[in-house]
């Protein structure tokens, strides 16, 4: 096992037995929650949080960790919703509307995010560093972030033509992009320290994350990839594969990743699980 598996591993390990201890436990909707943010994932969110605070030695990367991973999960949940992208399937799973029903998907979605802002509010750090913490959350995944790249996301499916390349990007920066970009600057907030580096990196490892996305869409298959593939095509939406083909997609990602490298450079070796993180994102099988 490498440095960077081993760093994953552990972030995955610890910041699920965080959400384990803070996500309620009685009622459908907790059951429901726990089915969302407890199944099996990457975390890659959560390693960012844990590598970022790493660099800069702040206090409470856990609970950062959590509550980016309840706002991903909510993000899921309803993104699978039939109004939304219409999956039935999740990390080799039924979503959570299909194993519950709609309306038990919206509620839990909807807790998922209340959760995220109860743990940041709770978490046992200066209030300077909570407040920051919160504030820039609620933009990242709000109307100005993850929220308009959803918008954006289901506004092109009904669109007179597709999307160009800076507007698909553009939309991929908000409804993927935006919480990795905060997961990356949260240790730099953590601390009161400057987040631009992280951002930067943040900003070309979300793309490279999203323009694998869409090759695996392509190339790969359902047992693997945990999800539906071939969805991209079957819908005629424009992706960075259908833009760029997959020679062109692959050839985008790793200059994204070269720019993700180069970001890091004010951190030195301290940053070598997270220059590792950018070469996982474009080499991925899930």
Not at 1 to 10: G, K, P, Q, R
Not at 266 to 283: E, K, M, S, V, W
């Amino acid at each position: 096992m490498t440095d960077f598996e081993a760093a994953l591993a552990s972030a995955a390990t610890k910041v699920e037995a965080r959400l384990e201890a803070l996500l309620p436990r009685t009622g459908r909707i907790a059951e429901a929650m726990r089915y969302a943010a407890l199944s099996n994932g990457k975390r890659l969110r959560a390693f960012l949080v844990f590598e970022s605070a790493g660099l800069f030695g702040g206090d409470g990367a856990a609970d950062a960790a959590a509550a980016v991973e309840c706002i991903h999960a909510y993000s899921l949940v309803h993104d699978d919703l039939p109004a939304m992208d219409n999956d039935d399937l999740r990390r080799g799973k039924p979503t959570l509307h299909i194993k519950w029903d709609e309306a038990t998907a919206v509620l839990a979605g909807d807790a998922l995010q209340a959760q995220a802002f109860d743990i940041l509010a709770n978490m046992q750090v200066a209030d300077s560093a909570k407040l920051a913490l919160i504030a820039s959350i609620a933009h990242a995944s709000g109307a100005e972030g993850m929220v308009l790249g959803q918008d954006y996301d289901i506004a092109a499916e009904t669109a007179s033509a597709p999307l160009t390349l800076d507007q698909i990007t553009r939309l991929q920066a908000l409804k993927t992009g935006a919480l990795i970009r905060w997961a990356a600057g949260a240790g730099a907030l953590l601390a009161g320290g400057n987040p631009a580096p992280l951002h930067a990196y943040a900003d070309a490892l979300g793309i490279a994350f999203q323009i694998r996305d869409d090759i695996l869409d392509v190339t790969g298959n359902e047992a693997t990839t945990g999800k539906r593939v071939q969805k991209d095509a079957a819908a005629g939406k424009a992706t960075f594969v259908t833009l760029l083909g997959l020679t062109g997609a692959e050839e985008r990602a790793e200059s994204l990743v070269a720019q993700a490298v180069e970001a890091l450079a004010p951190y030195g070796t301290r940053a070598d699980n997270l220059r590792a993180a950018a070469q996982f994102a474009i080499t991925r099988t899930v």
